[in-house]
């Protein structure tokens, strides 16, 4: 809703492959600047999509949009810029779709290489660059004429790939906006929601008790769909934020259901049939939350968002039953939840993947809902009016209580935003990545095997762990010295991570030792990747050891359902031992 105030320069794709970045450019929409590929096997790395022969899996979004509903597969975006050297404000990439679990953004450089930038549900705070409810990526200025990017992303909810090029002046002044509008939104969707609670506390009336709630789990929505949650409030580990937007669903559907239910007099029995649809989509919610919480979160999404985009209908049918039958203040009903309802089915079909996503498909529940207030709030005075005017006066005395309570909430929300904001900013302080090889240190490596583990054991993934320990290190200390055989450890670093996915993780374990984490891995596609990690190790030269060949020895272990407890590492760790004590250069698996 925010992009509607908007008067800044925004410069709407072309039909050019190529997109122009000059002085005049504020922002730029690259919906149709962008070619994805779908990775149907989740395997592809940013090697493979290097190689021509993925060119023509690269389609333009004119052919098939930027919304993809709910896949399991990745996808690959390919977007040229051409940037002026005159230019000399920072640019921006921004992923305008808060619920993406991986987003990695490749940044080429003069040697053919990538500066990877990574961001996503699943990494946390203090990894990204940019602490924001997006996914915000620096681009640096280049003098090096047009330049080919790529970005990975992966979604266990719906995927969406939003994309806009911000210059730095334009990305502060749109973020301000964007925080003053849904400020307002959320502040006005809280005092509604705390003088709703108020009222039924002086009067009794069970409607603003049901009305209170489906405020909270609306607020509570839109909070999930928005990246304020994720961002702010989420207490668990990050494995479980794609849940959170199927869990929101299905409570703002059960709340929306309790409340008009409620409103239209359907519980009481006078619409038999509008009660056993109020049921159904209640059971659908309810079956959605389930799945959500103890299996499948992608599954759950789905069954979640059918009830979200069935609760329009059935609404929409009990208030035309209830007009009908001439209860006169369910035609402020009508009107109100017929303008958000729509709103509602309109972001359901966005999430299935129906709709592309633009500013109408994705702020239309916020567009909706505004509407809805005014016109809902008049109902629900006009409902009250007929059955409570003798309380007149102790709903004026509630709404100056209000208004006492609004200055110490405003305080409140001031003090407790400048505490997130401290923490955030030592959270980012942390340090997570090792030195010399930029690589995820002992500790981080540890910690992200616990997260990526207990990932695989409730979707039922494999997982795979890899300890790679070069050869005769000692010896190339000896007689190159220690800053000869830090060019080693750097350079093997490299190799590692130019032959992982986005999804695994590389950490440098301590000294000459590595491990790689590999995501959704058997052991038999973990060998593959150790043996062309151990050829491409072989084959290469430096020139601080006299181009004397290096190898490096390998061992595996894969993760037993059956036996969570067990230590993949110390598992990996003694197939390595076997590994070095036959010889060297060579890999094992671990075998109890």
Do not use: C
């Amino acid at each position: 809703m925010f992009l509607l105030f908007s008067t800044q320069n925004i410069l709407l794709a072309n039909t050019s492959d190529v997109v122009i970045v000059d002085r005049d450019m504020t922002k730029i929409n690259l919906y149709k600047h962008i070619e994805i590929l779908e990775d149907k096997t989740n395997k592809l790395t940013i090697q493979d999509i290097k190689n021509k022969k993925y060119d023509e899996g690269f389609k333009s979004t004119s052919l098939v949009g930027n919304s993809f509903g709910f896949s399991k597969s990745a996808f690959w975006v390919r977007f040229s810029l051409k940037i002026d050297e005159g230019i000399l404000d920072a640019l921006y990439l921004e992923l305008e779709y808060p619920l993406m679990d991986y987003a990695s953004l490749y940044i080429p450089k003069e040697n053919g290489e990538f500066i990877v930038k990574n961001s996503g549900e699943f990494i946390p705070y203090s990894q990204k660059e940019i602490n924001y409810r997006n996914h915000l990526f620096s681009i640096p200025n280049s003098s090096q004429g047009t330049q080919t990017y790529y970005m990975y992303v992966k979604s266990g909810a719906s995927t969406q790939i939003p994309l806009n090029l911000y210059k730095s002046g334009t990305l502060i002044e749109q973020i301000d906006k964007e925080n003053f509008i849904l400020g307002g939104y959320y502040g006005n969707m809280i005092l509604i929601m705390i003088a709703t609670l108020l009222a039924f506390y002086k009067i009794r009336d069970k409607l603003f008790l049901t009305y209170g709630i489906y405020l909270l789990t609306y607020i509570f929505f839109q909070l999930s769909i928005n990246g304020f949650f994720s961002q702010y409030f989420t207490p668990f580990p990050l494995e479980y934020s794609n849940k959170v937007i199927a869990i929101s669903v299905s409570f703002v559907v059960l709340g929306a259901i309790l409340f008009a239910g409620n409103y239209l007099q359907v519980w009481n029995g006078k619409y038999p049939k509008t009660k056993l649809l109020f049921y159904i989509v209640s059971a659908a919610a309810f079956t959605g939350l389930i799945i959500t919480l103890v299996s499948d979160s992608s599954l759950g999404s789905q069954v979640s968002a059918v009830s979200g985009m069935i609760l329009p209908l059935v609404i929409l049918f009990g208030a035309i039953s209830s007009v009908r039958s001439g209860y006169k203040p369910a035609k402020y009903f009508l009107a109100a939840w017929g303008i958000f309802l729509f709103g509602i089915f309109i972001l359901g079909l966005l999430f299935l993947g129906f709709l592309p996503y633009i500013f109408v498909t994705a702020y239309a529940m916020q567009i909706g809902s505004t509407l809805e207030l005014l016109l809902l709030s008049y109902a629900l005075i006009y409902r009250i009016n007929l059955v409570y005017q003798e309380k007149e006066e102790a709903k004026q005395k509630a709404t100056e209580y209000l208004n006492q309570m609004n200055e110490g909430l405003e305080s409140l929300v001031l003090e407790r935003t400048k505490e997130l904001n401290h923490k955030n900013e030592l959270l980012s302080q942390l340090a997570i990545r090792d030195s010399m090889t930029n690589m995820l240190n002992h500790n981080a490596s540890i910690e992200a095997l616990s997260s990526m583990k207990s990932t695989a054991l409730r979707n039922g993934y494999n997982l795979a762990v890899i300890m790679i320990d070069i050869d005769f290190f000692k010896s190339i200390n000896d007689k190159y010295g220690h800053p000869a055989g830090d060019q080693v450890i750097i350079k093997i670093a490299e190799i590692i991570n130019k032959n992982i996915r986005p999804s695994d993780t590389a950490g440098r374990y301590g000294g000459e030792e590595f491990i790689v984490i590999l995501h959704n891995t058997n052991e038999i596609d973990a060998k593959e990747l150790a043996e062309r990690l151990r050829k491409n190790i072989e084959s290469t030269k430096i020139t601080a050891i006299e181009n004397q060949s290096i190898s490096a020895s390998f061992g595996i272990s894969v993760l037993n359902p059956l036996e969570p407890d067990l230590d993949i590492i110390l598992q990996a760790d003694k197939a390595l031992y076997q590994a070095k004590s036959s010889g060297r250069n060579n890999i094992k698996n671990y075998s109890a």
